[in-house]
């Protein structure tokens, strides 16, 4: 056992000699994240619509379209702007899109004729635009029933507009009339087929989530991953500068290397994690308490990560070899794993397979022990599930050692 | 001690150890002097334990290399021929490991590392960085991240191999020193003059096989008085052969259509009768090399052929 500790000893002097690995295996994972977060979008607010609209008709129905269309909960800030104004905005790329209600849009609304909306969006905006565009589609819907069931009252309401106000006869026969229609819809629309029914969520109950719950374990565990890649291709140094073979000359168990290389790994990653989860206590509202069982965690992870890498690696005939195969099981992992994307960003398919991949079980437990939480056995489940496939891994490694020095 | 008994080693139908058999006793330096690609280093290597022997028995102070492996190891030290240390580390944390590896520890490993980097002459340059280093000094911590657990047999593999004159006499008095202390030391060598300054017992090995051993008199006494005659140039084998029958006391070892060797006693003073009666024979001589009684001309006459070629 001393020997294993000796070796762990000799390998965390070895990285701590090459400190620029270091800095990338700890700087990568920062990087991107700090992109994804650029990307996302750091303002937790939803992100709102645009919608510059031109009204050429300049009637009763079409002036209310604005109003009408950034009302309640809507997603859309509107405004209301002359057809030179919306074209250069649109071209700026200011707005995320320009509606053009033509002259001739009421009496169309109305069944007396005919016009066409026109709607630009703004390519560089992705998802906005839809929001317009399906809202827009949802009116011109919305005119066309209104129009089939209730055309002929609006026509009479129209025919009056600059009539002075209806008389009473003429409004009785409107109200029948729509009275006829709603009654003779009633069978069809009630009672309704679906209830909706709105539950307002208690705010501190489920509090929204923040970085360092959200993206800190996956940005750990990719750190780790880079550790694990890198820590594993040192058996391909030790066997090119000739030490594994003058170890295999000596009385210690071959099994005693390998397991002082995975707690080096440990040790790293430990290091790594306790920076980690101390900035999550001082900036993301992590317990102290929390902190030892996630720093072991976090250690027992990354080690098992190292073992499933380090057979890739004597799997290999050569070390570019073997540091391409540990990279083909590194990258996948990474984004399925929770480390590129937050599972709470991921499709269902895609969390579905990630969160049974090593680390994405491990990431997921992570999160639960730094912010949630966990019953112990839910956590030996993750433990077993992820230490069952490492232990099969360092056999492996461990058998194959003599043949992978001597060839 | 090291006793090897018919040892082989075959990789597929590449026999590279063929029925090798000696013995070293503590105290003395046996040199496995061979060519490139002899068997030499594969021999260290079934000696060390990194090789598994096709058949034969390898035992180290009197442990079986393959059944009692790490108790023979404990007692083995390895100077591989390619350098074999963490260059990212200094001279002496490379000791300390190398000697934790034998189960040494605590004040022993740390007086042992100031001893060996002392006996290498590395002690004031212990904390620098093995990198840093240049090519003799790295040869010679090679050397001491073999011996700091004073092991009792010593393997060295070409540990002269590329080093300047310098460094490689300093090796060799290292190596020296060993054997003084009571260690067995196995030297790997393919220059004549190391196995024959070094070594009390040499083994000659050539394609796998032991062709003889002995020390540098018993096998001087192998060829004889005789002196060795080596001629280039063009001949008719047969019609060679027949001209130089008549000549006594001379021995055509070899005889190809561009060289010929001969053993002889007094070679030099036989050169004109020889010169006549290969012209008699139509050979045509274009170089001569003539050769007292060493290991050259034991190995010449062993091969057929010269150590470097």
């Known amino acids: 056992m001393r020997f294993v500790l000796v070796t762990t000893v000799k390998d965390v002097r070895r990285r701590l000699a090459d400190p620029a690995a270091l800095v990338l295996w700890i700087g990568i994972p920062l990087v991107l994240s700090a992109l994804l977060n650029f990307i996302a979008g750091t303002n937790s607010a939803a992100p709102r619509a645009r919608l510059l609209i031109v009204d050429q008709d300049n009637t009763v129905l079409s002036r209310l379209i604005p109003t009408a269309a950034g009302q309640g909960n809507s997603p859309i800030d509107t405004q209301v702007v002359t057809l030179d104004q919306g074209r250069r905005l649109i071209d700026a790329g200011d707005a995320t899109a320009l509606l053009i209600l033509p002259k001739g849009f009421q009496a169309a609304v109305f069944g007396t004729g005919a016009a066409n909306l026109r709607l630009l969006t703004n390519p560089s905006q992705r998802i906005l635009p839809g929001i317009v565009q399906q809202g827009s589609e949802v009116l011109v819907d919305a005119a066309f029933y209104v129009q089939r069931l209730f055309g002929g009252p609006i026509r009479r309401i129209a025919d009056q507009t600059g009539k002075g106000p209806p008389d009473a006869a003429d409004v009785a026969v409107i109200a029948v009339e729509i009275n006829r229609q709603i009654t003779a819809l009633q069978g069809s629309l009630l009672p309704p087929v679906i209830s909706v029914a709105t539950k307002a969520a208690d705010p501190a109950a489920a509090p929204t989530p923040n970085f360092g719950q959200v993206f800190l374990p996956g940005m750990l565990f990719m750190s780790f991953l880079f550790i694990a890649s890198g820590m594993s291709g040192d058996i391909w140094d030790e066997k090119q500068h000739g030490t594994l073979r003058r170890l295999m000359a000596t009385p210690q168990s071959p099994g005693s290397l390998l397991l002082g290389k995975l707690l080096a790994g440990a040790a790293v990653s430990a290091v790594v994690a306790l920076v980690g989860l101390l900035a999550a206590v001082m900036q993301f509202d992590l317990a102290w308490s929390r902190v030892p069982l996630a720093l072991v965690w976090c250690a027992f992870g990354s080690s098992a990560i190292m073992a499933l890498l380090m057979v890739m690696q004597t799997s290999a005939g050569s070390q570019r070899g073997g540091e391409l195969l540990a990279s083909v099981l590194t990258f996948p992992l990474m984004m399925l794993g929770g480390s590129f994307f937050p599972f709470e960003s991921m499709p269902a398919w895609m969390v579905g397979i990630g969160q049974w991949t090593p680390n994405g079980l491990a990431v997921a437990r992570l999160k639960d022990l730094m912010y949630g939480s966990v019953s112990p056995a839910a956590l030996g489940v993750a433990a077993l599930g992820i230490g069952i496939p490492a232990a099969a891994a360092f056999a492996l490694t461990w058998r194959r050692l003599w043949s992978f020095a001597r060839a | ?309």
């Open chain 2, 1 to 309: 001690m090291i006793d090897v008994q018919h040892l082989r080693k075959q990789y597929g139908d590449l026999v590279a150890v063929n029925d090798i058999s000696f013995t070293a006793e503590p105290g003395q330096i046996l040199g496995l002097l061979g060519p490139n690609g002899a068997g030499k280093t594969t021999t260290i290597g079934c000696i060390s334990g990194l090789l598994k022997p096709t058949s034969g028995r390898v035992s180290a102070m009197g442990h079986d290399v393959v059944a009692d492996g790490p108790a023979a190891r404990r007692h083995l030290g390895i100077v591989p021929q390619e350098l074999a240390l963490y260059e990212d580390l200094s001279a002496a944390a490379n000791l300390e490991y190398w000697g934790s590896a034998y189960g040494m520890s605590g004040d022993t490993l740390r007086r042992r590392v100031g001893e060996v980097l002392e006996l290498i002459g590395l002690a004031d340059r212990g904390r620098d960085r093995t990198s840093k280093f240049s090519g003799g000094m790295k040869r010679r911590l090679n050397f001491g991240c073999g011996i700091v657990h004073s092991p009792r047999v010593v393997l060295l593999d070409e540990p002269t191999a590329g080093v300047d004159p310098q460094s490689r006499v300093r090796l060799l008095e290292l190596v020296r020193q060993q054997a003084h202390a009571g260690a067995t030391v196995i030297y790997t060598t393919h220059y004549m003059e190391e196995a024959q300054t070094l070594c009390d017992q040499i083994a000659i090995v050539d394609h796998g096989k032991l062709l003889a051993s002995g020390t540098l008199d018993e096998l001087r006494g192998l060829v004889g008085e005789k002196d060795l005659l080596r001629l280039t140039g063009r001949f008719e084998p047969a019609a060679a052969s027949s001209a130089l029958a008549s000549l006594e006391h001379l021995e055509v070892l070899t005889v190809t259509a561009d060289t010929l060797t001969i053993a002889a006693t007094g070679a030099s003073r036989k050169l004109p009768a020889i010169f006549s009666a290969l012209a008699a024979a139509g050979a045509e001589i274009q170089e001569t090399k003539l050769s007292v009684p060493s290991l050259e001309s034991l190995f010449i006459t062993l091969t057929g052929r010269e150590l470097r070629e």
